[in-house]
């Protein structure tokens, strides 16, 4: 009895490394502190009405925002213990099953719960106020969508310390992910973590494709979209056909493992290029997904900061579709080296370098924007401009390595890493903290303190090139990627060494963001006249943060920059009827706990998955059944905010 | 749900179908559609593996040993006439016969109920030939793609049935007829995916 108790625990908890102790260890004291904060100051039901059940687009944005901020740590952990195994040659800091297990978590979680939550917390931000809607189309299904990609998150994170984390890189190839060779629950966690957030995914995209369409002011048409906007429409576009080929994917890759199938094994006639195939169909998309919205971001705050109409504004549009269509046509170029024929090689090679183009027309754009324009370097505008000289090489290289026969040289070596890492970071990450910087007065209130900002920056941007630079000469000299260690003598010593300094500067950069951010809190100045950048865009027309309902009246848009167009003509005395209309009052869709419970649910049936303990899956299966059929049944979904209510909120705001 | 300002009715309320008089209605709608168009990318790609991996029957059965004609030509005739009665209610509803409307569910539902019943039996009967989803990369994509469409009109079936109890409780109001309306495009569109089905699995399956 007591043998099998041990037996279970040794293979439920993560025993014999030290790390993981510490872990351990701080997971409870963690947990602990925030149960007893919650207790002592008596905020459990304030946590749960505010935010656990909250509908309003805008805490969801918050939400998701601090999700990312968190991952961003925990993929940058294990960043920095990635870096310092290789700092020298031979170093015994990290075993090499262990670093295997680092470098999957790190990709996943900074593509998947970094990158993604990321881009959803801007668009849940800034796109119903900047098409003047009350909310999202779907409100409900946002809530959905944020709790299923919260515990989905958990969910890989708790493979560190409970089961083994997975160990087949972000990409997870079968057969190398296959029952065959990967036993352990840690590739399961991966696939089902990844599984309930696409579900969360798939519905955000669903769900902002339909606001954009439906749900703008009168007036805005679609060519008076603010880019930022543009940028989400591709973006749900993408996301719309991208998701569907990952989850079946996913889902066949688990049927193998958990039922034995035979979709990607070597025998029995399955067939592993088709996961990959597969794969990257997705995953090419993928990188889309997380980049056009940071240009949408950049478009944005270049025209704020230069106080200027962006330039180009078609080819703006007309890019970004062209990128979303031609991303679908690319995905062949992840594994030119997989003995495709020539013919096939060339066509993706040649859709690659194409994308190319669209893409430097949006930068040729943002420079003739900030062309003459009246420029003031804030903290977005500093992150926007450092972008582009860094896109530039990360563009360079990328060219490079779509060049088939070159590929055949560059493949898999860090010069691969060194690339993707400057779009990844330079790209996605750069415009989800310009896009942070600039719509956190939006979101708080609160203006971010410029000083520490501009130290963050500089520590970030500076290591972020020391780290990353050497990385091609690495890539050339023969130094491949998913490699735990190597000997001396290789003439990679040197380079790693300075790779590694520039990782820690910018853990450096990273801690001062946070340092930032609690120092604003407590000390930074408030935004009062909720348009603290002079801005363009509508979302500036409104107080910070804005109100539950964002428009009293909803607005009626004439021109392209709608609040700037807006701002003119009240300079020039010109006043609209509107304006003094009668207040109407609002329907607003109730709060929810059902979101929450629905995706903890999904989390414990995901959790018994993993383990293959298929009763408690079942159970909660069921659970998850009677949540939708509850719903089914429920018909008092919203309630109304009568005029008198809105005048009284709306005069506390000054605005009657 | 959207915030859309009013729940008044559109003037021309007569022309305008019952469905799509309340504007967040019409919204459900539209997004419903682009989630068909999502669920009709999932298909696809089972479709593209199963392709791809039909002809790898390792030492397993083919095709030709498990395809049963007469099942599955009566599962097509069952969903083909099924799609066909849930049309019925749909323009029961449209007529504003709530009656008619409950009956043609009804007989939508038992309809799916027998189709499930033939497939469900078709399956086990493989099962005992010893054809498994672990006998081979043929079969587990045959059972995969099959059972994926299976699992989706049984949860049809099931959410039919609810809406099913709602008319008789709510009566035939915008909201109900929103949810029947949404359902019913979800079962057709099971019916198109059907048709995929039948011709690239089971006929080209007999022809090979
Ligand atoms: C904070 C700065 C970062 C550093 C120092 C860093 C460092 C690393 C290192 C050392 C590797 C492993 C290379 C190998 O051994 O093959 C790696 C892999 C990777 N990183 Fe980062 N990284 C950072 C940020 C990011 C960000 C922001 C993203 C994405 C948005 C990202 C995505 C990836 C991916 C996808 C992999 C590949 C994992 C795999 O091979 O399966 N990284 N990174
Ligand atoms: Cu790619």
Redesign the pocket.
Known sequence: MLQNVENFASHFFVLGDPMIYGADVSIVLASAAIVFVLTYYKKWGYLWREWLTTVDHKKIGIMYMIATLLMLFR??VD??L??TQ?IMPGMPFLKAQHYNEI??T??TI??LF??MPGVFALMNIAVPLQIGARDVAFPYLNAISFWMFFFAAMLLNLSFVIGGSPDA???SYAPLAGLTFDKGPGENFYLLALEITGIGSMATGINFFVTIMKLRAPGMTLMRMPLFTWSIVATTVIIIFAFPPLTVDLGLLLFDRLASSHFFTIFDGGNPMMYVNMFWMWGHPEVYIVVLPAFGVFSEVVATFSKKRTFGYASMVASLLAIAVISFFTWVHHFFTMGAGPGVNSFFAVATMIIAIPTGVKVFNWLFTMYQGRIRMNLPMLWAVAFIPNFAIGGATGVMLSVAPADYQFHNSYFL?AH??QV??GG??FGILAGMYYWWPKMFGVILDEKIGRWAFWFFNIGFYV?FLPQYWLGWMGMT???YTYLPGMGWTMWNFISTMG?YM?GTGFILIVIQIIYSILYGERDLTGDPWDGRTLEWSLPSPAPHYNFARIPTITGRDAWWTMKEEQRKGITHSEEEAPLKPIHMPNDSGRPFVLSVLFFIAGFALVFTWYPLAFVAFIGILASLVMRSFEYDTDHTISVEELRHSEAAYGRV | MAMVDSFIKAPSTHRIPLEYTHEEDALRIFGFWIFLATDLLLFASLFATYSVLYRHVGHGPGPLQIFDVTGFSAETFILLTSSFTCGLSTYSMHRGQKGWMMAWMAVTILLGISFISFELTEFVGDVAQGATLQTSAFLSAFFTLVGTHGAHVSLGIGWMTLIFIQLAVHGLTATTARKAFIVSLYWHFLDVVWIFIFTIVYLLGEMS
Do not use: E, K, N, Y
Request: proline residues 0%; glycine residues 12%.
């Open positions: 993929g940058g960043a920095m990635m870096r290789l470098f999957t790190h990709g900074m593509i970094m990158a890189g972000w990409t890493i993707f890492h990844l970071i996605t990450l780290c990627r998913r490699m990782a910018m």
